[in-house]
T-cell receptor, first 115, second 115 residues
Framework: ETGVTQSPTHLIKTRGQQVTLRCSSQ?????VSWYQQALGQGPQFIFQ???????GRGNFPPRFSGLQFPNYSSELNVNALELDDSALYLC??????????????FGSGTRLTVV | AQTVTQSQPEMSVQEAETVTLSCTYD???????LFWYKQPPSRQMILVIR????KQQNATENRFSVNFQKAAKSFSLKISDSQLGDTAMYFC????????????WGAGTKLIIKP
């Protein structure tokens, strides 16, 4: 089975720009979650998508938005980039919430640098 | 709100030794999951071990085992016969079911295995 794939692996953006990060979920997984991991810290939950709808959101402003597609892949969009948005963005896929042995499979992340 | 605390920013041991990483958490919930994830330089979060709070028996996965003390809200990870490949950041995470299953993470412990 294929794992979680994220693209791009690295990118550099200028403050005020917009960015789109992409994630392909693991085969058999229909739920995708996004996390932001600042340097030297644990990840912070951004939001989760299940059945193409947002299924919960962390403490992030509306300029962080997302999509999930019928094939369960997902995008994270960030508008009006700020310097503090510089971080590793992790995507994790899973089976539906409540499934036995529920757990996440993570991608290798996208390293975003805002200058 | 739930919190997860890892009090050891960094630890180092000799190869083949046993090492224990500490994690405490705060919650008023009775039913939840606890995880240890490993993050090597490749950046991908890899599940090490998982514990359901309703299970009294401590989880074990080969060289990895946990000491789960529910009343004390403690969840330590023991790595036996440590190997050079165990060098990584280790994160403790808490998940409350039925709250979009988001993971709440500690700040991580950097583990270095010395040859």
């Amino acid at each position: 089975e294929t794992g979680v794939t994220q693209s791009p692996t690295h990118l550099i953006k200028t403050r005020g720009q917009q960015v789109t990060l992409r994630c392909s979920s693991q085969s058999g997984h229909n739920t995708v979650s996004w996390y932001q991991q600042a340097l030297g810290q644990g990840p912070q939950f951004i939001f989760q998508y299940y059945r193409e709808e947002e299924n919960g959101r962390g403490n992030f402003p509306p300029r962080f938005s997302g999509l999930q597609f019928p094939n369960y892949s997902s995008e994270l969009n960030v508008n009006a980039l700020e310097l503090d948005d510089s971080a590793l963005y992790l995507c994790a896929s899973s089976r539906p919430p409540g499934t036995r042995d529920y757990g996440y499979t993570f991608g290798s992340g996208t390293r975003l640098t805002v200058v | 709100a739930q919190t997860v605390t890892q009090s050891q920013p960094e630890m180092s041991v000799q190869e083949a030794e046993t090492v224990t990483l500490s994690c405490t958490y705060d919650t008023s919930e009775n039913n939840y999951y606890l995880f240890w994830y490993k993050q090597p330089p490749s950046r991908q979060m890899i599940l090490v071990i998982r514990q359901e709070a309703y299970k009294q028996q401590n989880a074990t996965e080969n060289r990895f085992s946990v000491n789960f003390q529910k009343a004390a809200k403690s969840f330590s990870l023991k790595i036996s016969d440590s190997q050079l490949g165990d060098t990584a950041m280790y994160f403790c995470a808490f998940m409350k079911p039925k709250s979009n299953y988001q993971l709440i993470w500690g700040a991580g412990t950097k583990l270095i295995i010395k040859p």
